[in-house]
């Protein structure tokens, strides 16, 4: 347990659903990160939150659209996705100082797209 | 962004100590290795970091040589508990003091009884 939660903890939608990714944290962290796993492939980072700012999008398609209210809560907002997009999608958090931030990950929400 | 190189797979016997290698012959001097592990279908845990010195904590061991391009994690009791994917990472600094980690594929340990 890591203190990092994420909701619905496996999800199956179609292509024209909308539907939310929920990750929350209490561990007093300020930055917030999305990562996406595929299978067989190393995790991507997709997003960063810092403070509640964005501060990395590493190219995500905007059928993907984070949300950060506060530094406790982290949102990801899927419409329109493509089978392709079925994945283990991951959140992490971390201090928000220098070089030794160390992420804590939750346990990942597991997709798939029909 | 500096790279790591790392085995793709190592068997360990249970009870033995496990030592997984990593290569990152472009660090830089402010960069820190990271490792963590990622249990099947479960979000990465994190293990040990360091920057110049070796590291130790309740769960592993990290050597990191003097020119800085290459550890070791060790795994002094290997369990079957800690047959997962292993990512040796370097730490790249990001805009507004916020990291990133670039996950390779790891060394996937099989701890075998």
């Known amino acids: 347990e890591t203190g990092v939660t994420q909701t619905p903890r496996h999800l199956v939608m179609g292509m024209t659903n909308k539907k939310s990714l929920k990750c929350e944290q209490h561990l007093g962290h300020n930055a917030m990160y999305w990562y996406k796993q595929s299978a067989k492939k190393p995790l991507e980072l997709m997003f960063v939150y810092n403070f509640k700012e964005q501060t990395e999008n590493n190219s995500v398609p905007s059928r993907f659209s984070p949300e950060c209210p506060n530094s406790s809560h982290l949102f990801l907002h899927l419409h329109t996705l493509q089978p392709e997009d079925s994945a283990l999608y991951l959140c992490?958090?971390?201090?928000?100082?220098?070089?030794?931030?160390?992420?804590?990950f939750g346990p990942g929400t597991r997709l798939l797209v029909l | 962004d500096a790279k790591t190189t790392q085995p793709t797979s190592m068997d360990c016997a249970e009870g033995r100590a496990a030592n997984l290698p990593c290569n990152h012959s472009t660090i830089s001097g402010n960069e820190y290795v990271y490792w963590y592990r990622q249990i099947h279908s479960q979000g990465p845990q994190y293990i040990i970091h360091?920057?110049?010195n070796n590291e130790t904590n309740e769960m592993a061991s990290l050597i990191i040589t003097e020119d800085r391009k290459s550890s070791t994690l060790i795994l002094p009791h290997a369990t079957l508990r800690d047959t997962a994917v292993y990512y040796c990472?370097?730490?790249?600094?990001?805009?507004?003091?916020?990291?990133?980690?670039?996950f390779g594929q790891g060394t996937t340990l099989q701890v075998k009884p």
């Open positions: 990472i370097v730490w790249s600094h990001g805009s507004s003091n916020t990291g990133k980690l670039i």
């Open positions: 992490a958090s971390s201090p928000p100082s220098g070089p030794q931030e160390t992420q804590y």
């Open positions: 360091g920057l110049k």
